[in-house]
């Protein structure tokens, strides 16, 4: 199984701050991972697909990078409704996983 | 418009079994790749099992494999997952999913629980 480390589990970030969040995979999934917003009590919701491929209708303040193993999800400047948990998921062999999450907080 | 409905959740004994219902609009279950997603309380987000375009082919997480079953009934336009053997551990809310478009259901909570 491909094994997901995601960094950091939380920050605390101020409105306007950017912010960067890292997800490693154990081992090459090419381009194959997406990043996804949860907040409490919703489900969640894709960002990013193909590693940087902006989900329809998502604002464009959010960007994905990476490929292979390391990625990396930048919300150039946070806005009040991004405090939010972030995930990132491996869709390039199963069983599919998730990253264990990075909690965005208001500072 | 795609919708998916989740039901089938609630309180079961520990070994007992549950049946969830997915049941979804504007879309045939078989034409999309599905998936099951669950989320323990306070938890993060776990893969459950995938049913592939046609419903061919289904993969499990290895937490689930060999108790939980996923199908479709194409006519009734609904996904299931069937789950046998449950454990405190499979307590969780339950989401369904079309990976393409990225849709989600309003999840369903199952308690695993004496």
């Known amino acids: 199984d491909i094994q997901m480390t995601q960094s950091p589990s939380s920050l605390s970030a101020s409105v306007g701050d950017r912010v960067t969040i890292t997800c490693r995979t154990s081992q090459g999934i090419r381009n194959d991972l997406g990043w996804y917003q949860q907040k409490p009590g919703k489900a969640p919701k894709r960002l990013i697909y193909?590693?940087?491929t902006l989900q329809s209708g998502v604002p464009s303040r959010f960007s994905g990078s990476g490929s292979g193993t390391e990625f990396t999800l930048t919300i150039s400047s946070l806005q009040p409704e991004d405090f939010a948990t972030y995930y990132c998921l491996q869709q390039y062999s199963y069983p599919w996983t998730f990253g264990q999450g990075t909690k965005v907080e208001i500072k | 418009e795609v919708q998916l409905v989740e039901s089938g959740g609630g309180l079961v004994q520990p070994g007992g079994s549950l049946r969830l219902s997915c049941a979804v609009s504007g879309f045939t279950v078989g034409s999309y790749a599905m998936s099951w997603v669950r989320q323990a309380p306070g938890k993060g987000l776990e893969w459950v099992s995938v049913f592939s375009v046609g419903g061919e082919i289904t993969y499990y997480a290895g937490s689930v494999k060999g108790r939980f079953t996923m199908s479709s009934d194409n006519s009734r336009k609904t996904l299931y997952l069937e789950m046998n053997s449950l454990r405190a551990g499979d307590t969780a809310v339950y989401y369904c999913?079309?990976?393409?478009?990225?849709?989600w259901g309003q999840g369903t909570l199952v308690t695993v629980s004496s």
């Open positions: 999913r079309r990976d393409y478009g990225d849709y």
């Open positions: 193909a590693a940087s």
